[in-house]
């Protein structure tokens, strides 16, 4: 099958452009055209691409989420290649990571001929003149800052994705203490307001199961069932129960609720949010949520 290769090649620690050098001379065989994802030109760029039966597109969870926003008007088929740290959605479609030793270009094109595909929804999250698109999570709170801090550090260094955990938990520990004012908001789900714990550190709006590129946020979060799960975590147990689940009988659940719109209200410009594992700035005190489009991913037997 003709494919239209995409690739960050800033993603995991530089490893696109490993895929980019490596693969180039295989590429010319098995795809139509390979290039560095040119996210000043993106739109134009899948423009080209749309004209192909099958994009790849190979990056971390954030870069996916920016190409997948522009395509849910594609018809053809979508497979991804996870380089990140995270990789959540493609844990949640089956897919292993590149490493640059046991999987190549061509093991990958081999393996999507076999996947199936699945229904994907997109969400879109606006605040002033803000509009931003997701397909994993959004969160406000304890769990936005870190990876607003995550983000600084990460640009000033090159690591291993063990070693980027091992900063993210860093980061963590030195934010256990902080007091991020969650319990004055206000939240309604379909036009229900919700009663929010009061001491509450992170509020989690999910779309997939998999979180923290380890974890599980709850059971019941779908890509494909046109719901979005808001999960409140208000203490550090709570996360516990993501990473090791059979814990949560113990120590108590944190999704309150299934819907297709949230409204947010009583928010301050100061206050963390982070959409798809990227830092994002506030700009009102109210953040609307709502789907954005549905779209098809190939997902591993």
């Not at 297709?260 to 982070?274: C, E, K, P, R």
Request: proline share 2%.
């Amino acid at each position: 099958m003709t494919a239209y290769l995409l690739v960050n090649t800033s993603s995991g620690n530089e490893a696109g452009q490993k895929l980019l050098t490596t693969s180039a001379s295989l590429a010319k065989r098995l795809v139509a055209y390979a290039q560095e994802i040119d996210f000043n030109n993106l739109a134009e760029q899948l423009r080209l691409a749309q004209q192909y039966p099958l994009i790849l597109i190979a990056g971390g969870d954030g870069t996916i989420s920016a190409v997948l926003a522009q395509l849910t008007k594609y018809s053809g088929r979508i497979g991804i290649i996870p380089l990140g740290t995270g990789n959540d959605l493609a844990r949640e479609l089956k897919i292993k990571k590149w490493d640059g030793q046991g999987h190549t270009l061509r093991s990958y094109l081999e393996l999507f001929q076999k996947a199936q595909p699945i229904k994907l929804t997109l969400w879109q999250a606006q605040c002033g003149g803000a509009t931003w698109v997701f397909s994993n999570y959004l969160s406000l709170g304890y769990d936005a800052q870190i990876v607003a801090d995550f983000a600084i550090s990460r640009g000033a260094r090159k690591s291993s994705v063990w070693l980027n955990r091992f900063h993210y938990a860093k980061i963590a520990i030195r934010y256990l203490c902080s007091k991020q004012k969650l319990s004055a908001l206000t939240i309604s789900a379909d036009g229900q307001n919700l009663k929010l714990p009061a001491k509450l550190k992170s509020i989690i709006f999910s779309n997939i199961k998999s979180i923290m590129g380890l974890g599980r946020i709850n059971k019941i979060s779908n890509p494909s069932d046109q719901f979005l799960e808001v999960n409140f975590v208000h203490q550090l147990l709570n996360y516990l129960t993501m990473i090791l689940p059979f814990l949560g009988g113990l120590i108590g659940r944190v999704t309150t609720a299934s819907a297709q719109q949230f409204v947010i209200s009583g928010l301050t410009t100061d206050l963390a949010l982070q959409i798809d594992g990227e830092a994002r700035k506030l700009e009102g005190t109210e953040l609307k949520i709502s789907k954005f489009g549905e779209l098809e991913l190939l997902q591993m037997p």
